[in-house]
């Protein structure tokens, strides 16, 4: 009997962190548990030393392929440099495109599926050229993938600003979103950032089918919505399939001596950890608002700290991993803190290793940005979360953790709007460390870190959801 083929999936990542990880998890998983090969293609947003340590660690042992692309010269291209995230992530996937098509009508052996993120959805028509199934990778919550797809009719119906708006904006079967949760894109009808999020949302039926880093348990009444034929038929061109949590797994050696040695003396679910991703920073006013509300809480307490920003709040995600020297970051702290807190803060000046950190058993809880890659993180490690949105879709996130999954609080007001007071802060910490809340929040987090470990084994939703996958482009192949 002759020996079936085996398939060759070619991935595609646009630039960022939140993107990168995902995509690579993905094409690791196809490799590991379904029999693939896989080759990842990138587009490196600064040729940080975050993105080239996580490209490194695909290549021991080698899982997979990892191509990088050119990088586009963005400003000789006439793209502004003060252009919002979504306009540059769109604008550098764009100019990419002749070099991904060269790239993979340039490989050995023609690729059984092509797989490309939310920002990739342009170079979806190359899959068409190769005659291969094609799928995009939503790397966020089935809530978000209901707003993104609807977009494009509340872009008929809604008149003026969302942010203008009283009432709620309905999406049917789900759960209605609040006008100050929306994305980022669409917050500002005038930017050029919103009619590209509505074009990548109208380009998604171009796929045979959606992949979302979420498991069925997570979201259950979500998902049975979006995939309600009145809905999915209108908005998309085929399957909803979940396929997470796919997150970095830990590395033993992944945390630095002085940090284990630090963190292997504190007590059980004893420390917070204080960081807003890799691209998230704040004012230097709410940097010390922060600080004086850990010192209030009298909490353990790791702090990844970055310069403030000037401009937005968004200001390092092209920049990740290239915060200042500790003294330059550490003179935005209030007078005496390091001295005050010095029994029980551990202040890491860059970037940290935050699966890593979260998997310890002394770590007890998360203040987060909610990007959607931090709080898989999170909830894989069991660690309840304070969610402290700051752009993207995190106010999305934060309300879904706080409102629906129940395994976060939040500040009354949204940070991006309103400075939050050290009084605030210091009540959020402790409810979540030391209060009867946060033992509640830990109990529920712990319920779906077990319920996720289970969607991805053997037989679980999400490992089936690629099974089912795999079948449907080896009926193409034939």
Same mark, same amino acid.
């Given at each position: 009997?002759?020996?079936?083929?085996?398939?060759?999936?070619?991935?595609?990542?646009?630039?960022?962190?939140?993107?990168?990880?995902?995509?690579?998890?993905?094409?690791?998983?196809?490799?590991?548990?379904?029999?693939?090969?896989?080759?990842?293609?990138?587009?490196?947003? +600064?040729?940080? $030393?975050?993105?080239?340590?996580?490209?490194?660690?695909?290549?021991?042992?080698?899982?997979?392929?990892?191509?990088?692309?050119?990088?586009?010269?963005?400003?000789?291209?006439?793209?502004?440099? %003060?252009?919002?995230?979504?306009?540059?992530?769109?604008?550098?996937?764009?100019?990419?495109?002749?070099?991904?098509?060269?790239?993979?009508?340039?490989?050995?052996?023609?690729?059984?599926?092509?797989?490309?993120?939310?920002?990739?959805?342009? $170079?979806?028509?190359?899959? %068409?050229?190769?005659?291969?199934?094609?799928?995009?990778?939503?790397?966020?919550?089935?809530?978000?993938?209901?707003?993104?797809?609807?977009?494009?009719?509340?872009?008929?119906?809604?008149?003026?600003?969302?942010?203008?708006?009283?009432?709620?904006?309905?999406?049917?079967?789900?759960?209605?979103?609040?006008?100050? %949760?929306?994305?980022?894109?669409?917050?500002?009808?005038?930017?050029?950032?919103?009619?590209?999020?509505?074009?990548?949302?109208?380009?998604?039926?171009?796929?045979?089918?959606?992949?979302?880093?979420?498991?069925?348990?997570?979201?259950?009444?979500?998902?049975?919505?979006?995939?309600?034929?009145?809905?999915?038929?209108?908005?998309?061109?085929?399957?909803?399939?979940?396929?997470?949590?796919?997150?970095?797994?830990?590395?033993?050696?992944?945390?630095?001596?002085?940090?284990?040695?630090?963190?292997?003396?504190?007590?059980?679910?004893?420390?917070?950890?204080?960081?807003?991703? /890799?691209?998230?920073?704040?004012?230097?006013?709410?940097?010390?608002?922060?600080?004086?509300?850990?010192?209030?809480?009298? +909490?353990?307490?790791?702090?990844?700290?970055?310069?403030?920003?000037?401009? /937005?709040?968004?200001?390092?995600?092209?920049?990740?991993?290239?915060?200042?020297? &500790?003294?330059?970051?550490?003179?935005?702290?209030?007078?005496?803190?390091?001295?005050?807190?010095?029994?029980?803060?551990?202040?890491?000046?860059?970037?940290?290793? +935050?699966?890593?950190?979260?998997?310890?058993? /002394?770590?007890?809880?998360?203040? /987060?940005?909610?990007?959607?890659?931090?709080?898989?993180?999170?909830?894989?490690?069991?660690?309840?979360?304070?969610?402290?949105?700051?752009?993207?879709?995190?106010?999305?996130?934060?309300?879904?953790?706080?409102?629906?999954?129940?395994?976060?609080?939040?500040?009354?007001?949204?940070?991006?709007?309103?400075?939050?007071?050290?009084?605030?802060?210091?009540?959020?910490?402790?409810?979540?460390?030391?209060?009867?809340?946060?033992?509640?929040?830990?109990?529920?987090?712990?319920?779906?870190?077990?319920?996720? +470990?289970?969607?991805?084994?053997?037989?679980?939703?999400?490992?089936?959801?690629?099974?089912?996958?795999?079948?449907?482009?080896?009926?193409?192949? &034939?």
């Amino acid at each position: 009997m002759e020996k079936p083929k085996q398939l060759h999936a070619a991935l595609l990542s646009s630039p960022g962190m939140g993107h990168l990880i995902p995509v690579i998890e993905l094409g690791k998983r196809l490799v590991a548990d379904h029999g693939f090969e896989a080759t990842v293609f990138v587009l490196p947003s +600064q040729a940080s $030393h975050t993105e080239a340590e996580i490209i490194e660690s695909t290549m021991t042992p080698k899982l997979l392929d990892v191509v990088e692309l050119p990088p586009p010269d963005l400003l000789a291209a006439g793209l502004s440099p %003060d252009a919002a995230v979504v306009t540059r992530l769109v604008f550098m996937m764009r100019q990419a495109r002749p070099a991904f098509r060269s790239a993979l009508m340039a490989m050995e052996a023609r690729p059984d599926v092509l797989i490309v993120d939310l920002f990739g959805t342009e $170079h979806l028509c190359i899959g %068409d050229e190769l005659g291969i199934p094609k799928y995009v990778y939503v790397l966020s919550n089935a809530w978000f993938l209901a707003l993104l797809l609807h977009s494009p009719t509340l872009d008929k119906e809604v008149k003026g600003e969302y942010v203008e708006r009283t009432e709620p904006l309905e999406i049917p079967g789900c759960k209605p979103v609040r006008p100050e %949760d929306v994305v980022d894109p669409i917050l500002d009808w005038l930017d050029h950032q919103y009619r590209e999020y509505v074009l990548r949302a109208g380009e998604i039926p171009m796929g045979d089918g959606i992949l979302l880093n979420v498991w069925e348990d997570l979201q259950a009444e979500t998902l049975a919505a979006l995939r309600n034929k009145e809905f999915l038929g209108r908005v998309a061109n085929g399957p909803v399939d979940t396929v997470g949590p796919l997150i970095r797994p830990v590395r033993p050696a992944g945390l630095g001596k002085e940090l284990v040695e630090w963190l292997d003396k504190q007590p059980s679910e004893s420390v917070l950890f204080v960081l807003f991703g /890799s691209g998230g920073t704040l004012s230097a006013e709410q940097l010390v608002e922060l600080a004086w509300g850990l010192e209030l809480s009298q +909490q353990r307490f790791i702090w990844v700290l970055w310069p403030p920003t000037i401009k /937005s709040l968004d200001g390092s995600y092209f920049n990740a991993g290239k915060s200042g020297a &500790r003294d330059e970051v550490l003179r935005f702290l209030p007078g005496g803190f390091m001295a005050r807190t010095r029994n029980i803060e551990f202040i890491l000046p860059s970037w940290a290793p +935050q699966v890593e950190i979260l998997s310890h058993p /002394s770590v007890g809880g998360f203040l /987060s940005h909610c990007g959607w890659n931090s709080t898989l993180e999170s909830i894989a490690n069991g660690v309840p979360m304070i969610a402290w949105p700051l752009y993207a879709e995190q106010r999305l996130n934060a309300m879904l953790l706080t409102e629906e999954i129940g395994v976060a609080v939040r500040p009354k007001v949204l940070p991006s709007k309103k400075i939050v007071g050290r009084e605030e802060i210091e009540k959020l910490v402790r409810s979540v460390m030391v209060e009867k809340e946060g033992r509640t929040l830990r109990a529920r987090v712990r319920e779906l870190k077990s319920n996720a +470990q289970k969607a991805e084994a053997k037989g679980g939703s999400s490992y089936e959801s690629l099974c089912k996958m795999k079948i449907c482009i080896i009926k193409k192949a &034939r």
